[in-house]
């Protein structure tokens, strides 16, 4: 610790040249002792109480001293565009927004309103899109202040389903009272929950028929042919054949249902898939034969990895063998090749049958899509095979291509990344 004269001497520089001057004058007589006294009293005080910085700068006698730290860098200032919104927030929402002023012209917008239709700022609002409900929803928000909401319409250039709310909210920096405007696009929602009541309707008819007709045939059972043993032969084979087609389709909806709630989970595990399409093709060699339909294997004899799940890979060549033979000509031939084509693994069914016109390709994989449901239902289809095969497919980060020629066959190719085998 410094020393007072110390002190004086280092920081007090002032003071000490005080009493540098002091000293001689007390030693040599010029002062009496009272006053040299009094000087030194004086000078000690001015010495302890005059700052040697300023407050600003010197640190407090009694707080400790704090390494300097730097702070956090300040936030970007939020860009205000005179109309009292802050431009990012409006870029933030997910959803269309724009602000017009008292008379309902467009101040602001966002990227979603752009999207939706093109925004002409400084424009009536009726410009971007031009619904009656939404007008009358910014006229009422304008002269009520309340908050309103409506139900939007569009027909072109597509149909569009819209929900809009409009805030009245009053501007601080021009006092003035704005409207927000926020629109949401409801039209994928809608589409979804529309396809979904139409897989439930769908699926609900294509039991229904079987069940009906077994119930009719059971009434016959009990009353008509009671005495008559070849009309209940005859009937009970349609009944067994009914009670199939339902379990099919029970089977085909189970399947597609749990496929769809793992269809984001890729496969973790290699599998071979020669042997699957060589199980495939043993399993449906009877179904061939009964058809008349010539089974031919390009299988190789190495294994063919890819990442995948054994049973639904299975399920891919099973269907799609099995609508070969179906759709297949009498007297025909069924091709299944296996092949490895750059870092890809292909598996083609090609057939010689009846072939598929081109406007009903794009629609194929669609839950009970079929060309001709009388031909799928004699051939015992459920109209899901080609749709769990898509399904799968893009489990598997593959991809399902099909050509056709109407009268002379189709082809159906499934295209994955093959694994490449570690060690
Ligand atoms: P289905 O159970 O009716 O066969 P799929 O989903 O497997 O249902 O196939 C949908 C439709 O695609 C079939 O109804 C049929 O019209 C057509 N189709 C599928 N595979 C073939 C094929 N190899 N040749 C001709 N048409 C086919």
Redesign the pocket.
Known sequence: MDTFVEHLLKRRAAPAAVVAVVCPFLLWGGLTPQWALAGLAAVVAWAGLWPTTSPADAPSATAPTVPLQKSAAPAAPVAMAGHGLPLSLLDALPDAALLLDSRGLIVTSNAAAQALSAVLIGRPHSHWVRAPELLDAVKTARETGEQQRCHVRLFTPVERSLAAIVSPIANEETSSRQLLVIVRDLTDQEQLSRLHADFVANASHELRTPLASIRGFVETLQGAAKEDPAAQARFLAIMQAQAERMSRLIEDLLSLSRIELREHVAPTTPVDLNGIAQDAIASLKQAAEKNDVTLIANIPHDQTLVIGDRDELAQVAQ?LVQ??I???RKGGQVEVTLRRRDQQVELAVV?N????APE?LPR?TERF????AK??KE?G???????IVKHIVNRHRGELQIS?VLGQG?T?TVAMPAATVVG
């Open positions: 269907n609508n070969a179906k759709y297949g057939d049958g009846i072939g598929i009903h194929l899509y079929r060309v001709s031909d799928s051939r289809g459920t109209g899901l095979g080609l749709a056709s189709s159906f």
